[in-house]
């Protein structure tokens, strides 16, 4: 199983070089050279399973021969036995048709954890077999940093550098990271905004010589590893809910695209999906996209769904792809024009044959808070802001009734307490196992928004 760039200009790599390797070196990112795919009878089999068999089945698919199966086994067990609910990734019914998938029963609450746990094992699971260490330098607004931080902490092989912007997460976002006490982790809180600290982890990452110098790695959302332990949901719910033979619908709160792109994956295996629903806050890049057929940058605006406060959404680029049928150079075109201009526009043929598998909706703050109270008030479900936009997008552009709709919950309701609160006056209290993290202690260092500080720091910590 081999590995190539969407922009074709870097070397084809094995799934290990892939997961440390992260961004290719041309600025791509990196997709399997054919697509695995899987038989009815396969699927029948799949059923039967636990969610870390299979986890294990859909995984070695991707790994080729860099993991032995028995090894890859056992890091699932390990990851998945992290979750808290029995079924891993429980689906509760809100209305005729239309379930939730729950992705908050990891340790950080979030969906991230479904990749982070699987991520944090693999690398040091690789680097102990090359004798190697490598840094993990990252940017987080919230949900990242922390999934990352709970899966690496205390492995050798890694270090941790993980950035946040001062003061602009949420209490209960902060405390997940830094009260973490691992010598490890490292947490630097930032004096500036997301961007700030994103454009200092790609200065560190474009030079060259400091990258190569302390091994620098990347655990983002481009990781090939992150999408391909997010297609296993997608398996677990659709067999619950009627495939292989029939088919079933997903929803999914979508920021940089990854997790509904681990979806379109699944349906390049074989899994029957008819749609994918695509949902955006204010900051609604995709849907504008899906409506025009053109990408157009703006400002991001904070929203009650900050986790999807994004207008550059990264794994967009693995669509894209496959939408021009794996033309690398288009796809350069593409995001030339996206540089030079903040624009680019598909083809109308590309466009409608997107339309028959993807639709998209938007929501602003108040209708977000107006649906979670509707659910609420409904069904007595407590939601949070990001599946709540989930719920309604599905709800709004669904094709038809017929198909089974399964909406990802990817955050806790306890995650965005004031959120939640507005919208039901009820404010929800963190799961018991969580509650330690708000009187523990906090680890963090404060750094200017200086690629020079940042680089001594960790030529400090690393010799
Ligand atoms: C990261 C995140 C998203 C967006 O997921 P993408 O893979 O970036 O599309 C949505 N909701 C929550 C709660 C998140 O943490």
């Not at 990891?106 to 190697?132: C, I, N, S, V, Y």
Request: hydrophobic share 40%.
């Amino acid at each position: 199983m081999m590995y190539h760039s969407t922009r074709g200009q870097a070397p084809e790599l094995s799934f290990a070089d892939v997961v440390l390797t992260g961004l290719a070196r041309d600025g791509g990112l990196y997709l399997p050279k054919t697509w695995p795919t899987v038989d009815v009878q396969t699927l029948q089999h799949w059923k039967t399973l636990s969610y870390a068999e299979l986890a294990t089945e859909v995984l070695s698919l991707f790994v080729g021969d860099d993991i032995s199966n028995a090894e890859l086994a056992a890091i699932c067990e390990d990851a998945y036995a992290q979750f808290t609910h029995p079924a891993v990734a429980p689906l509760v019914q809100l209305e005729p048709n239309l379930w939730v998938a729950e992705h908050f029963h990891g340790p950080t609450l979030a969906f991230k954890d479904f990749a982070m746990q699987a991520l944090g094992r693999l690398f040091d699971h690789l680097l102990a077999k090359r004798g190697e260490h490598r840094v993990i330098v990252g940017a987080t607004s919230g949900d990242t940093g922390s999934a990352a931080i709970e899966a690496v902490k205390g492995l050798e092989h890694v270090s941790l550098y993980m950035l946040h912007p001062a003061g602009r997460v949420s209490e209960v976002q902060r405390r997940q990271m830094t009260t973490v006490d691992a010598p490890n982790i490292h947490n630097i809180a930032v004096d500036g905004n997301f961007d700030d600290c994103q454009n200092l982890v790609k200065a560190l990452f474009n030079d060259l010589d400091f990258r190569d110098k302390h091994g620098l790695s990347a655990v983002n959302s481009i990781n090939w590893a992150r999408v391909a332990a997010q297609v296993v949901y997608y398996f677990h719910a659709a067999l619950q809910l009627g495939a292989p033979e029939n088919p079933v619908s997903f929803s999914v709160p979508s920021g940089n695209f990854g997790n509904v792109f681990a979806g379109f994956v699944a349906r390049k295996m074989g899994l029957p999906i008819s749609q994918f629903v695509v949902g955006s806050n204010r900051n609604d890049i995709l849907t504008r996209f899906f409506v025009s057929g053109e990408m157009v940058g703006e400002e991001v605006i904070p929203s009650l769904s900050p986790s999807m406060d994004i207008q550059i959404s990264s794994n967009f680029e693995r669509l894209l792809f496959e939408t021009c049928g794996q033309d690398a150079e288009q796809v350069r075109g593409w995001m030339e024009g996206f540089k030079q201009n903040g624009r680019f526009a598909i083809s109308p043929e590309q466009h409608q044959n997107l339309l028959t598998l993807f639709s998209a909706y938007r929501l602003s703050d108040a209708e977000t808070i107006e649906e979670m109270k509707r659910i609420y008030d409904e069904t007595g479900y407590v939601i949070d802001p990001h599946s709540a936009i989930g719920v309604m997008a599905a709800r709004a552009t669904r094709f038809d009734l017929d198909t089974p709709m399964i909406v990802l919950a990817t955050a806790h309701p306890a995650k965005f307490p004031d959120a939640v609160e507005e919208a039901i006056g009820v404010r929800p209290s963190l799961p018991s196992r969580c509650q330690h993290i708000m009187n523990a202690n906090e680890h963090l260092e404060p750094l200017a928004a200086s690629e020079a500080d940042l680089k001594g720091k960790i030529d400090q910590d690393r010799g």
